[in-house]
C-alpha cells in the first residue's frame, strides 16, 4: 500500500519561506511523478507543482511559479517544494500525491491515487 506523509507546515510572515517535505513508501517510488496540491477553507483543490520520475519534468500553478521551486531524491523517497516569497492567499493544507502514471507530470488530480494526510501551512502577520 502507497503511503505518504507531508511535513514542514507552519506559520511564516508575508514574504517569508517554508520548505515542504513529503516522504513516499510501499511503491517503487522512482517510476511515479509526484504532485503537490493545496486546498484553501471554501476553495476547490489546486494543483501547485509537480515533479516527474527523474526530476527532468516540472510543472508549476501560475500562482505560485518563480516563489515554488520543486524538488526530489530518489535515494530517499522525498520530494520537496521550497515556498519563498510567501503569500496570504498561499494558506492552506498542502498535500503531495502520487502519480497514476510512469510517464509526465501533471497538476491534475484525478491523475494521482494516493494522497499524503497534508500539512497546514499559514501565511499571516
Known amino acids: 500500500q502507497a503511503q505518504l506523509v507531508e511535513s514542514g507546515g507552519g506559520l511564516v510572515q508575508p514574504g517569508g519561506s517554508l520548505r515542504l517535505s513529503c516522504e513516499a513508501s510501499g511503491f517503487a517510488f522512482t517510476d511515479y511523478a509526484i504532485g503537490w496540491f493545496r486546498q484553501a477553507p471554501g476553495k476547490e483543490r489546486e494543483g501547485v507543482s509537480c515533479?516527474?520520475?527523474?526530476?527532468?519534468?516540472?510543472n508549476y500553478a501560475a500562482s505560485v511559479k518563480g516563489r515554488f521551486t520543486v524538488s526530489r531524491d530518489n535515494d530517499n523517497n522525498k520530494v520537496y517544494v521550497q515556498m519563498n516569497n510567501l503569500k496570504p492567499e498561499d494558506t492552506a493544507i498542502y498535500y503531495c500525491?502520487?502519480?497514476?502514471?510512469?510517464?509526465?507530470?501533471?497538476?491534475?488530480?484525478?491523475?494521482?491515487?494516493?494522497w499524503g494526510q497534508g500539512t497546514q501551512v499559514t501565511v499571516s502577520s
Open positions: 500525491a502520487k502519480s497514476r502514471r510512469d510517464y509526465g507530470c501533471s497538476l491534475v488530480g484525478t491523475d494521482y491515487d494516493y
Open positions: 515533479i516527474s520520475w527523474s526530476g527532468g519534468n516540472r
